[in-house]
């Protein structure tokens, strides 16, 4: 193991600007699954979620020496893809289509399996039901598992419109899902 394995982002940051640019691919390997899966879940594309985390990752590389690393590189990071996917969006402006492919655990109880399938389903079609202004936040919060605070430096609104499109969007999936 390198040293810049057990390294915090942020000091990896200052490692790459200052002593070697090799040690970026740790932070690519590190994120670049996870910015798959939240670039997948706005885009609905597969090709073009991966077009959009590798232009993410070029851009972040370029801008480096521009980070503050005071604060978190994560945060930093989900911001870039999300521009970079609404930049997309606004590119090709057309529908985006659903994966319809999703992976559940094979478990001995068929029906257990079934309800959680189901359960996916509806709840992949509410969320894309969604304008996106909604969406984002849901998914970077269940999905990705981000605090408030770090959803507020990736979409860049305060903490509070955080809260109010939380609630606003758990309503809105609330009767988009009834109504199924």
């Given at each position: 193991?390198?040293?810049?394995?057990?390294q915090?982002?942020?000091?990896?940051?200052?490692?790459?600007?200052?002593?070697?640019?090799?040690?970026?691919?740790?932070?690519?390997?590190?994120?670049q699954?996870?910015?798959?899966?939240?670039?997948?879940?706005?885009?609905?594309?597969?090709?073009k979620?991966?077009?959009?985390?590798?232009?993410a990752?070029?851009?972040?590389?370029?801008?480096l020496?521009?980070?503050?690393?005071?604060?978190?590189?994560?945060?930093?990071?989900?911001r870039?893809?999300h521009?970079?996917?609404m930049n997309?969006?606004?590119?090709?402006?057309?529908?985006i289509?659903?994966?319809e492919?999703?992976?559940?655990?094979s478990?001995?109880?068929?029906e257990?399996?079934?309800?959680?399938?189901?359960?996916?389903?509806?709840?992949?079609?509410?969320?894309?039901?969604?304008?996106?202004l909604?969406?984002?936040?849901?998914?970077?919060?269940?999905?990705?598992?981000?605090?408030?605070?770090?959803?507020?430096?990736?979409?860049?609104?305060?903490?509070?419109?955080?809260?109010?499109?939380?609630?606003?969007?758990?309503?809105?999936?609330?009767?988009?899902c009834?109504?199924?």
């Open positions: 193991m390198s040293t810049g394995d057990t915090t982002d942020e000091t990896l940051v200052e490692m790459v600007c200052t002593q070697d640019q090799e040690l970026y691919a740790l932070l690519v390997g590190r994120y699954s996870k910015l798959l899966r939240y670039a997948r879940g706005i885009l609905r594309d597969e090709q979620a991966e077009d959009v985390v590798q232009e990752f070029i851009k972040a590389f370029i801008n020496r521009g980070f503050d690393t005071k604060k978190k590189f994560s945060s930093w990071l989900y870039i893809v521009n970079e996917a997309s969006i606004k590119k090709y402006r057309q529908e289509p659903l994966l492919t999703a992976d559940f655990p478990e001995e109880n068929i257990d399996n079934f309800i959680q399938k189901e359960l996916s389903t509806t709840v992949t079609t509410c969320l894309k039901a969604l304008p996106a909604y969406a984002a936040p849901l998914t970077l919060y269940y999905a990705e598992e981000k605090s408030y605070d770090e959803i507020s430096d990736i979409l860049q609104i305060p903490i509070g419109t955080v809260g109010t499109r939380m609630n606003r969007a758990k309503r809105l999936m609330k009767q988009l009834q109504k199924k």
